[in-house]
């Protein structure tokens, strides 16, 4: 076992990339761990924190590949990674290829000055500086970049409203714009139903429901999970709003975000009041939102966000909220199938509001779980590595994902995390999610369906095993398939994420 790293000067390659590449090269037999980052000093902090040695020298502007392994695959990680980091693009056939690289905002808006967007994915103590550039370039932004502070945040969101700019996010990793999918977004339809979202698998979860109802999307705008902080005040949301509400094309707008500041709840639905479009408002764990409110509709989950506002496009009834099984004959049949220790509930998520919409809804079923994100009245766990009774954990939060992939883009930490969980006597029921499009995993489930396949032969207690897919039969990924495959495996699919966590709620209520 050898560790092997390469520096490649002023190299840039925004985080999604480098994530893609280090999955890639993380799949390498042979490779213990890799890690591809930019040299900043947080970053070599963590590569040393994770094992590779504490002689790594670099830049911020410069990029680092690190590899742990036998030396024959560190070698084949560090040629596959020149390769793909230095690839250069298809010149295609419009003659539009670059004949100089960006370097800047400035000279991109040279280039091409039609642009109003710039896509900010460098690490958090240089995002604030790359934005104030672009707004004051007159760019609309969209920051993918993480760990900016609420003050810079505010900062920036400030500059923005002067300049009568928009910024989504910082940590903002979900857009459609134009039909155009940014960071990890779905491929649907458009349409003319508009969406803002503070939660990037929460707009997923509410554009892809709306694809499969069969309507589609005029523009989809994440604010970033911070936007209705107290500190914040919703500006981004507020923006957002105003510029669906002016837009011809959008006839129904959708806000989801996590419980916002009261005060800046407040103020939002007092602007959504005086739009003269109706507009359909999710607030995960609001308890005061049961009627609807002049223009205003209240659902009561991600995808019910979306039922409504499809309802209300095509002037429907209202749905009810479905929290029923289908077919609760099939949960007797597999109770009876359990152990007598096995009683709790191990969610495993890659979509944090997925993490926080299944705890919100076993919560309300009594269930109080640990969490390493944990609601009001669950608990955090005592070792995030480790579940205890109810556990429902978000892998894509940084306790998982320090120098490693997000698992969305490589799911093998959530693929480990679910067969420790199903090898643990106590668990009942497995809850995932698996979530499609464009950043994510290209083969999602290749690898669990042979870890549920060694479970099946190999366990002698058989959790219930329940899950989500995220996506639309436009994905690059094959929704279709990935449902079959797991179907065949014995997962139960259910059609949304909040029906998943009833689904393993009421069967996890029944054992007791």
Known sequence: MIIKYKKFENLYQD????????????????????????????????????????????????????????????????????????AKPDAGDDGQQFSQPLTSFALGVDQHPDANLALISVPGEYATAEAMKALNLGLNVMMFSDNVSVADERAIKDLAQQKELMVMGPDCGTAIIN????????????????????????????????????????????????????????????QGLRALADDAETKVIVLISKPPAKAIAERILEAASKVSKPVVVHFLGATDSNTALNNIQ??????????????????????AVQTEPKDNSVLAGLA?????????????????TFCFEAQIIADQYGLKAYSNTPIAGNSLLDDV????????????????TQGKPHPMIDPTLRNERILQDAQDPDTAVILFDVVLGYG?????????????????????????FIAHVCG????????????????????????SNADAAHLAAQFVSQLS
Not at 23 to 42: C, F, H, P, Q, W
Not at 65 to 83: F, H, L, P, Q, T
């Open 336 to 352: 009876t199938s359990l152990a007598p220790t096995q009683r709790y509930i191990r969610g495993v998520f890659a979509g944090g």
């Open 472 to 495: 639309t039969d436009l994905d690059p990924q094959s929704c279709d398939l990935i449902r079959a495959s797991l179907t065949t495996a014995e997962v139960l699919i259910a059609d």
């Open 385 to 400: 590595w480790s579940s205890q009774q109810h556990t429902i954990v978000d892998l894509g939060d940084d306790d998982f």
């Open 179 to 238: 039909g155009i999918p940014l960071g990890f977004a779905n491929v649907v339809r458009r349409g003319a139903i508009g969406v803002v979202a503070a939660s990037g698998t929460g707009l997923q979860e509410a554009t892809c429901r709306v694809h499969q109802l069969g309507e589609g999307i005029s523009q989809a705008l994440g604010t970033g999970g911070h936007d209705l902080h107290q500190d914040v005040g919703g500006i981004s949301m507020l």
């Open 298 to 319: 209240f659902a009561h989950s991600l995808a019910h966000s979306a039922e409504v506002a499809v309802a209300v496009l095509n002037d429907q009834a209202i749905p």
């Open 440 to 464: 994510a995993s290209e083969t999602p489930v290749a690898d669990l369906l042979d870890i549920i396949a060694q479970v099946r032969r190999d366990s002698a207690t058989q959790p219930v």
């Open 15 to 86: 985080s999604v990339s480098l994530m893609q590449v280090s999955a890639r090269l993380n799949k390498i037999d042979g490779v213990d761990e890799a890690s591809v980052a930019m040299g900043t000093e947080a970053n070599i902090a963590r590569m040393t924190d994770a094992g590779f040695g504490t002689d790594i020298v670099a830049k911020p502007n410069d990029l680092v590949v690190a590899v742990r392994g036998e030396e024959a695959a560190c070698n084949e990680a560090i040629d596959v990674a020149y390769e793909a980091l230095t």
